[in-house]
Every structure is written in structure tokens, then in C-alpha cells.
């Protein structure tokens, strides 16, 4: 059975494929074992999986696989209104490609340098390295932030301002371990709860405004 995969992540599942293969030419068991071992591991981490989209008029998907830790009044420097923060944790075992929650166009994005703070902490989403897309949805603003997390050091993020986007649509990930922070108007429908555990594209974690 073939197990789609992000293209990301064949930058390191060619080289400890090759790896395992070549020890165990050698007949160097444990290296094999070894190798496998994080091949088995990198292939899980990178893993796509396809996911059915809910098409209910003005709800927005999660953008990313995992729990959530935090669901609290917040601001960005793109919103010019009151907002409400919905903060996702991933660990190493969720799936890390990260969704459009909404149909809308990428208005800006934007990357900032910073530390590399457990993910699950609320201040990484001040102070770790980030990458915030702002998006475009009718009338509403939303912020999609892809934070690195304590292992994490690379965001991916495959869209460009002034691009159309589909909710559910892919557009990037975070490897090894992260955070990502989904900002909406206040006066959203929330429709999750602190502790739920949600999936990237298919859960809805609530409903615009009107």
C-alpha cells in the first residue's frame, strides 16, 4: 500500500532508505536496525493523508493536526479588530502538513526569526521563529501562524501573496514537532474546546460571522 507523502520529506527518506539498505549489504544489523528505525519514523512524520472537506457555508477547518491547547482573546498586528486565538499543538507523531482554513486570498505573509521554545507553551506564539499568512475570507480577516517548535527548525510554506486558496487546501509545513495559531473575529462561533484533539482539514473549529 502506498502511503502519500509530503515531497518535503524525501530529502530524508532517500538518504536513510540508502542507509538502511547499505548496512544491511554490509551485514552491520544494529546500523540497519538503526536506520530503519528513523526511516520508519520520518516516513510516519511525513505522511499526507487526503481528507474530506466540509463544504458548510462560512465554517473554518483546522488548519492543522493535533490538540488544542489554548482558545483565548487575542491580537495581531494584521487585525485591526478584536480576535480570537485558537492555539494547536502538534507533537511528532501528528501529521505536520498544514490546510487553508477557509476559502479566501493570501493578502501577505510574513516570517520572523526567534527562539525555539516548547510549542505547547502559549509564549511561543510570541517569541519562537513563526510564519504568519493573513488571508483574505470575504469580509473577514484571518491569521494562519506556523510557529517552530523545541525540535523544530524549518517552516515550509508553499503559497505567495495575492494567490486564491481553497479551504483545506495544503500550503505548507512545520517539521519535527510545532505549533500553529489561527486567529478569527471575536465574534466567531467557536466550535471546539481546549483539550480537543482535531484534524488538519476535516475537523471544524468554527464559523465566521454572518
Known sequence: MRIPLAPDGYRFILPLLALTVLFAALGWMI???????????????????ERAIPSEP?????PADGKVV????????????PAVR????????????????????IKGIRYNR???????SHKASLDNEQNAVLLECGPHLLVVKQIAGLIARRIVC????????QRGERFGLIRFGSRVDLFLPASSEIRVRVGDSVKGGADILA????
Open 158 to 165: 508553499w503559497v505567495s501573496e495575492g494567490r486564491a486558496c
Open 31 to 49: 546500523p540497519a536496525g538503526l536506520a530503519f528505525l528513523a526511516l520508519a519514523f520520518v516516513v510516519n512524520f511525513f505522511r499526507d493523508p
Open 114 to 120: 526567534g527562539k525555539f521554545l516548547n510549542a505547547a
Open 58 to 62: 462560512g465554517a473554518v477547518v483546522s
Open 207 to 210: 464559523r465566521l460571522p454572518g
Open 70 to 81: 489554548e482558545i483565548t482573546e487575542d491580537k495581531d498586528p494584521w487585525l485591526t479588530g
Open 86 to 105: 485558537i492555539s494547536i499543538f502538534l507533537n511528532v507523531f501528528n501529521v505536520h502538513v498544514n490546510r487553508i482554513p477557509e476559502a479566501g486570498t
